[in-house]
């Protein structure tokens, strides 16, 4: 049963308009998310990361939105750029208990696309 | 400021075979995670070790078994290896095991014939 979902497997959007990307999740014991970006061949760059007592994070172009009560987090991206084509992922953390400490799950990424 | 390293970049094993791959963390961080991401998948944790310890595992087998050493470097063996094995393997480290903000190595491509 998959804790984090990213539903979207893909999004193509026009170089300078805004991308969205979603990311849903069902463990409210979750209190912390990021943001990865990875190319082919590369390991997962971070992003962005917000703590679950905000509900906003911006940096540069990225912002993330988390909406509690819904279970959802969002990353948009403003204004999208051609180097910006890349998988990303969504990922929690849950509060540190038992033998799983140090987990951070994983969706399974959405490829964006950003056209010239 | 050295980032996470990984080596080698790819691996080709048989199955059954016993398998060692290497990570060296970013500057100044002390805990280092191991993740398995297959194909089109999210990466999986396999565990963490903070300070040569095992700090917390995931949901794979015994097989796999991890090291950290006093220069906070790491490796992931992976024992009797089987075809489902096959797979892009992150290290990632953090400042500490408390800090949640982990960052990513290259991968190492494993491929089991």
């Known amino acids: 049963d998959q804790q984090v979902k990213q539903n979207s497997p893909s999004l193509s959007v026009q170089e300078g308009r805004i991308s969205i990307l979603n990311c849903d999740y069902t463990n409210s014991m979750f209190d912390y998310f990021l943001w990865y970006k990875k190319y082919p061949a590369e390991g997962p760059t971070f992003l962005i990361s917000i703590s679950s007592i905000k509900d906003k994070n911006e940096d540069g172009r990225f912002t993330v939105f988390l909406n509690k009560s819904a279970k959802h987090l969002s990353l948009h991206i403003v204004p999208s750029q051609p180097g910006d084509s890349a998988v990303y992922f969504c990922a929690a953390s849950p509060l540190n208990y038992g033998g799983s400490q140090g987990n951070l799950i994983f969706g399974k990424g959405t490829k964006l696309s950003v056209k010239p | 400021e050295t980032g996470v390293t990984q080596s080698p970049t790819h691996l080709i094993k048989t199955r059954g075979q016993q398998v060692t791959l290497r990570c060296s963390s970013q500057s100044g961080h002390n805990t280092v995670s191991w993740y398995q991401q297959a194909l089109g998948q999210g990466p999986q944790f396999i565990f963490q070790?903070?300070?040569?310890?095992?700090?917390g595992r995931g949901n794979f087998p015994p097989r796999f078994s991890g090291l950290q050493f006093p220069n906070y470097s790491s490796e992931l063996n992976v024992n009797a290896l089987e075809l489902d094995d096959s797979a892009l393997y992150l290290c990632?480290?953090?400042?500490?095991?408390?800090?949640?903000?982990?960052?990513f190595g290259p991968g190492t491509r494993l491929l089991v014939l």
């Open positions: 990632a480290s953090s400042l500490a095991a408390g800090i949640k903000t982990q960052y």
């Open positions: 070790y903070y300070r040569e310890e095992e700090n």
